[in-house]
């Protein structure tokens, strides 16, 4: 099954995702604008022999939160593919969100989430690093706008 693979830091509005914690999929915590970074690059199917074998790890401020391998998913990528295919058309350039290591924050005690401020590193060697800054939720710049249908400029 080719495939191309590429790193993406996942983000959740908690507030969305905690009040419809029993609504799955979880696509209003998950789906604001500028949630899904990508990249730094995506890797072709012959540059990953398989799928299942990426090492992936995450810190915050420079502490290590995340150390895992695709190995370990509860679905494997043949699987999720197989299984959304029944639903959807898949197309070249689509992207499916596969999972993350153990270790996210809401499984820690006690829970530890981001804030503002705080310094995201993520990576795998196979598929390169990405680096954010959480910045605080900003009403005017973010919400306001997107409600009149602009996106905002970050």
């Known amino acids: 099954m080719p495939c191309d693979v590429l790193i993406g830091a996942g983000r959740r509005a908690r507030g969305f995702w905690l009040r419809d914690a029993d609504q799955k999929p979880l696509v209003l915590g998950k789906s604001n604008y500028g949630y899904a970074p990508l990249g730094p690059w995506m890797v072709t199917a012959d540059e990953v022999?398989?799928?299942?074998?990426?090492?992936l790890w995450l810190e915050v401020n420079g502490v290590r939160r995340q150390t895992g391998n695709t190995r370990t998913q509860i679905f494997g990528v043949a699987h999720i593919v197989s299984y959304l295919s029944r639903f959807m058309a898949l197309q070249a350039g689509d992207v499916i969100a596969t999972g993350t290591p153990p270790g996210v924050g809401l499984g820690h005690?006690?829970?530890?989430?981001?804030?503002?401020?705080?310094?995201?590193?993520?990576?795998?060697r196979m598929l390169g690093e990405q680096r954010q800054e959480v910045v605080a939720f900003d009403d005017e710049r973010m919400g306001r706008r997107w409600r009149e249908g602009?996106?905002?400029?970050f």
């Open 150 to 153: 602009h996106l905002p400029l």
């Open 109 to 124: 005690k006690p829970p530890l989430f981001l804030k503002a401020g705080d310094r995201v590193e993520l990576g795998s």
């Open 49 to 55: 022999p398989n799928p299942q074998e990426v090492d």
